[in-house]
Structure formats: C-alpha cells, structure tokens
C-alpha cells in the first residue's frame, strides 16, 4: 500500500467555498480577530445565501482543518525556491531570522487548534 499523501489545493480553480471564506477571515495570520466574533461576522458576511446557519456551521466544524493548512502555508518559507524569491524581492532579507519568525507563527496557530 502506499502511503503517501496529497494535498490538493483549488485555491485559483473558481468559486471559494464561503465557510473557508469565514474560517481564514479569522486564521490568516497578519491581522488577528477574535474567533468569538466568528457568528457576528458571519451573519452580516453571508446576508446574500440562504443557507447561511448551515455554512456557519460548516465554518466552525472545519476551523481546525483550515488552522493546520495555515500552518503549512506559513512555513512555505522552508521551500528553498520560496526562501530564493523572498531573498531576491528583499536582498536585506535574513532568511534564517525569516524562517524563525514563521517557524514561532505555525507554533502558535498550532496552540490554537481545539
């Protein structure tokens, strides 16, 4: 058996699915809110769907799922050709003090997962 395992992101494929709207609302790491205004948020985001309790719902039941993606999107710095475009955009750029920074983001957003 193999026992590998895929990720596969549609990130760029069309139509974002509104509970991970809400959910990365709250997860993405340069400006932090509260995830005990996720409801609030929530009500007033998704006026337009009639469905809205139902993707609220969904938003929460998948939170944990979304923080660990955060994590790996943060440590994105680790990959060799990212570090290299952060270097190249920003020749000033400590990449070891780059990758500690993020390494401690991941930490904490890992804390974070219930």
Same mark, same amino acid.
């Given at each position: 058996?193999? /026992? ?7 990130? +760029? ?12 609302? *709250?997860? #993405? @790491? ?6 005990? +205004? ?25 939170? @944990? ?12 710095? *680790?990959? @060799?050709?990212?570090? /290299? ?14 990758? +500690?920074? #993020?390494? /401690? ?10």
């Amino acid at each position: 058996m193999d /026992e590998k395992l895929f990720f596969v992101d549609f990130e +760029y494929a069309g139509k974002d699915d509104p509970a991970k709207f809400i959910a990365d609302f *709250f997860i #993405q @790491p340069e400006i932090k809110v509260d995830v005990g +205004y996720m409801q609030l948020f929530a009500d007033k985001a998704l006026d337009f769907s009639d469905n809205k309790e139902i993707i609220i719902s969904r938003a929460i039941k998948l939170l @944990p799922m979304f923080q660990v993606k955060w994590c790996c999107i943060i440590m994105n710095e *680790f990959f @060799p050709e990212i570090a /290299e475009r952060r270097m190249f955009s920003n020749p000033e750029l400590d990449i070891q003090e780059s990758k +500690y920074k #993020q390494l /401690e983001k991941a930490k904490a957003l890992l804390l974070e997962i219930n």
